[in-house]
Each structure stands twice: as C-alpha cells, then as structure tokens.
C-alpha cells in the first residue's frame, strides 16, 4: 500500500491540482493549522482478489478537497484538476502494475471546521477512487 500512496504523491508534481493547492496534498490528515485551500487523501479499503494466475489488490482511495472561499469556484476547479491528473490516467506503482484508476463517487458539502482561530464554514470535496493493481 505503501508504494501506491507514494505513486499518488508523485503524480501530483507540476500539475494544475498542485498549483491550486500551493503542494499541501496530506496523506491521512492535514496538520493542525493548514492553510486553505488543501487536499487529503487516505486509502478507505484495501481488498485482495485473486485469480488462477494472478493476485490483485483493489483499493478505494479518497480524496477530500477543501476552500474556505465563499465561492464554490475554487473547489470546483480543484475537482476538474483531480479529475484531470488520475481519472483513468496510468502512472507507474512499484512492485505492482496499475490497471486502473478510476472515479467512482463524489459527494460536495459544506462543512464546520474548527480551527484555533475559531469555526469556519469550508466547501468540502469527496471524491473515491477505484484502483486496482496486480502484484508482480
């Protein structure tokens, strides 16, 4: 899971997510103090498959994108970027080969989030991803 979490991380380099998240894509949670707007992403289930001659692995991985602007422009942009940079893209996994990435779900709220400096309202992104890989 390890290499595939990784995998995630580097396909974000030079893109236009990366740009309109200033780099902040954190791998579980974000740290306390955060500046918006920002991504997370975290494996929600990881389940074996397997066959005669082959063993899979097929991962849900969501992604949560985050902006505190009153707008939902913004979010909306980062959404087409994520889109963009791994709905049914190919990127190399170590250890294993990716078959697919591909979108499954998305939900889009507002939310309450509790900060140090007090409780703002953020539009929130939920997007799964289906990703199976077949182990070498």
Do not use: C
């Not at 899971?1 to 380099?13: E, F, H, P, R, V």
């Not at 740009?19 to 494996?43: D, Q, W």
């Not at 250890?95 to 409780?119: C, K, Y």
């Not at 539009?123 to 182990?135: I, K, R």
Request: charged share 20%.
């Amino acid at each position: 899971m390890l290499n595939l979490t990784k995998a995630i991380w580097g396909q974000l380099s030079g893109s236009a997510l990366s740009a309109h998240i200033s780099n902040r894509l954190f791998k579980g949670e974000a740290p306390e103090g955060t500046e918006y707007p920002y991504a997370v992403y975290k494996v929600v289930t990881d389940t074996p498959d397997h066959t005669f001659t082959e063993d899979y692995e097929n991962v849900i991985v969501q992604f949560s994108l985050f902006s505190v602007l009153s707008s939902t422009t913004e979010l909306e942009n980062m959404f087409t970027d994520l889109i963009t940079l791994y709905d049914e893209k190919s990127f190399a996994v170590i250890g294993s080969t990716l078959v697919w990435m591909r979108r499954s779900t998305a939900s889009f709220q507002p939310e309450e989030h509790t900060t140090s400096s007090g409780t703002h309202r953020v539009w929130a992104y939920h997007v799964d991803f289906e990703v199976l890989t077949s182990l070498d």
